[in-house]
């Protein structure tokens, strides 16, 4: 079946320590996003990538880092200087045209 | 970033009534998304509308571009227990190269 895969559903990180989200579609589309979801909230963009080898930064970007070097996958490393990191976090592609956005299941990251 | 005006932020209504939200800008928009989103999962997309003035529907779902290419408006017609969820809406403006969001409307539909 064809879609965007985010592993693992639930993770834990402890205060200081990097943790990596995973984000792979099988779509062949060559944009792909992270969004961040806090309570309540709606969806803010931390980074996105268009193509290969290539990223921006969204809103929010900071404490946050990403790779794109294959088309398929987009992880996102959460690292310790994202102060505030419990949220539920969203992966997104999509092709160029026309651009509408595909999301996964999300992975919810919580604190020890 | 710039955020849409979505609204209402929540509605409770009954089994078998219809629903309304919408989504307003102060930019003009050439895509217009709607998602559905259950707790703990992705959103889910139920309607894209890409021309001003475009309605479209999906089931029991109608959404339209609104001419002024600056809203969009959701419609649910006969609200079942499995609507309930949020809505949200998504746009993208002429310019850009990247979806915004609103906020996001709570359903809650009472059987």
Redesign the interface.
Known sequence: DGGITQSPKYLFRKEGQNVTLSCEQNLNHDAMYWYRQDPGQGLRLIYYSQIVNDFQKGDIAEGYSVSREKKESFPLTVTSAQKNPTAFYLCASSSSQPETQYFGPGTRLLVL | ?Q?LNQSPQSMFIQEGEDVSMNCTSSSIFN?W?W?KQDP??????LI?L?KAGELTSNGRLTAQFGITRKDSFLNISASIPSDVGIY?C?G?ETSG???T????TQLTVNP
């Not at chain 2, 703990?40 to 997309?45: K, Q, R, S, W």
């Not at chain 2, 969001?101 to 996001?104: A, K, P, Q, T």
């Open positions: 970033g955020q895509t998304l998602y703990g999962e992705g959103p889910v997309l894209a890409y949200f998504a993208r190269s990247r979806l969001f609103g906020e996001g």
